[in-house]
């Protein structure tokens, strides 16, 4: 089926994944799985693949946009992208991350921008990166019926903060901290929690701790889930990878190869066919044969 094509109704997977379902999922250890989608032809991809949860991450900035972090990204370029998204998944369960800035300058400031995600996007949850700090928000949007997704551990946003991106929780006042961080959050009522670059033993402490799942990426293979960045998944990144990457597919060698063969169809004329062009009817081209050869022919 082609991806321009509606779907047909009939082939719906009944299925729409719910926080519920992800609870459901950490009870009963079966392993929860998320994917970055930030377009509508790789959303559709991911959602009728049947992946439980898709974040338009705000990785966004750097793997679609080019950014160097992911700290330029506004509202307007993520409320954007989520709409895009959401056309396509249907079953997925859709988090947002609230960019850099959008949740920083105030409580208000950050309620008014989740409202805008949840009701000109569809997302069903934002994500917000931060510890305990950020408890007292994660309480107010979760009393405004806005989902938090907690984020902790490599927080990307933290960049000039950490010195770079820094496995986190490598100390025992370090791993103390985000113990606490993840009671916290999940007392404040986050739905999930993301743990990023965080020692596999500490991720599985967190993890066994938490009444909420935990969704790991560079954190071992413990947590309730994993996620990683789609386009990280088929080389589609021109930065190194983290250590916590794995590749399941070359997309771009496919692209390459793909982009080589038209470009060498075009400079032979052997692009596009006869069959792939427009014709005049016989009728019609009796007459416009007929009118070339009565036009003045040039000296
Ligand atoms: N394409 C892409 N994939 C991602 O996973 C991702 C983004 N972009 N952008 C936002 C953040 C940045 N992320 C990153 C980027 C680099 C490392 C990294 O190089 N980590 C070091 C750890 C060094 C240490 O031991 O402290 C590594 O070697 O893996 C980790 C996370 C994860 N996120
Ligand atoms: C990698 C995930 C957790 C993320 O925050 C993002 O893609 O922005
Ligand atoms: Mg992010």
New binding site residues.
Partial sequence: MSLTQPRDAASQPARKVTIQHLLDKKHSHQPITALTAYDYPTARLVDEAGIDIILV???LA??VLGHD??LAVTVDEMLHHTRAVRRAARSSFLVVDMPFGSYHTGTNDALRNATRFIKESGAEAVKIEGGASRAPLVEQLTQAEIPVVAHIG?T?QSLHRMSG???QGRSMAAIDALMTDAAILESAGAVAIVL??VPREVAARITAASGIPTIG??AGPDCDGQI??F??LFQL?F??H????RTFGDAATLFRQGIEQYQHAVANRTFPSDSESYHLSTEVLTSFYHQETTEPQPI
Wanted: aromatic fraction near 8%; charge should be negative.
């Fill in positions: 991450g705000d990785s750097m793997t972090n992911t490599l990307p991106y820094r496995v990023e670059g990426i560079g990683l960045v386009h990280d990144t930065a190194p983290a250590k916590f990457v």
